[in-house]
């Protein structure tokens, strides 16, 4: 079945820092993966997404991801993390019917 | 574009008593609509799917009677969770799929969430 491994529950990073979050995913097609944020008590918000087409995804707020078939990865980066960062963030395959399929999070603290 | 609302945002009711929870689709026709749960510091689960004007497909373990989901319309579905205990609290988040600002149908819109709690 597809499904997507986030392999770090916590990502600790400084304010100004660089940011990499890591995906994995299962799936024998060309996959749609999308990353979402959740700030406390929040629904989620898309930061972006890959259907097709260039592999180097350009997102909201800074975020870039990456589809690399030959590593099943889909990572979310940002150049340079703010305070305003500090969320949980889900990585989600589709699978079929369009039902998504949810990694278990990574949860980002930003430090001064 | 492709707004979807929940209300209430929060809902706290006593033991034994049914909610009812709307997930709106605001500017897009919804054909599929789904509802997750999520518990705290964890990811969401799905609950059910549901297509308008048809049953709703309950994922495993999901009890379709004490989760009770209508989608009388293309921008309406409805979530009850009957006979209420203080297990079923929870956070419940709604998404769309549709046709919604160009987008390709495979993707969901969610809905900003309902913080069930039951005393």
């Known amino acids: 079945a597809q499904s997507v491994t986030q392999p770090d529950i916590h990502i600790t990073v400084s304010e100004g820092a660089s940011l990499e979050l890591r995906c994995n995913y299962s799936?024998?097609?060309?996959?749609?993966l999308f990353w979402y944020v959740q700030s406390p008590g929040q629904g989620l918000q898309l930061l972006l997404k890959?259907?097709?087409?260039?592999?180097l995804v350009q997102g909201i707020k800074g975020f870039e991801a990456e589809f690399k078939r030959s590593q099943s990865s889909f990572n979310l980066r940002k150049p340079s993390v703010h305070w305003s960062d500090a969320a949980e963030y889900f990585c989600?395959?589709?699978?079929?019917?369009?039902?998504?399929?949810f990694g278990a999070g990574t949860t980002v603290t930003v430090r001064a | 574009g492709a707004v979807v609302s929940q209300h209430p945002s929060r809902v706290i009711c006593k033991s034994g008593t049914s909610v009812k929870i709307e997930c709106r689709s605001l500017?897009?026709?919804?054909?599929?609509m789904f509802w997750y749960r999520q518990f705290p510091k964890q990811s969401l689960m799905l609950m059910a799917t549901s297509n308008e004007g048809s049953k709703a497909t309950y994922e495993q373990g999901v009890e379709k009677d004490k989760f009770l989901i209508n989608h009388a319309s293309l921008t309406l579905s409805t979530l009850t969770v009957t006979s209420a205990h203080p297990e079923d609290s929870s956070f419940y988040i709604c998404?769309?799929?549709?046709?919604?600002?160009?987008?390709?149908?495979?993707?969901?819109?969610f809905g900003p969430g309902t913080r069930l709690t039951v005393l």
């Open positions: 989600a395959v589709v699978t079929n019917d369009y039902k998504l399929s």
């Open positions: 799936y024998g097609a060309t996959p749609y």
């Open positions: 890959y259907f097709s087409g260039d592999t």
């Open positions: 500017d897009f026709q919804a054909t599929t």
């Open positions: 998404s769309a799929a549709g046709l919604a600002g160009g987008g390709s149908g495979n993707e969901q819109f």
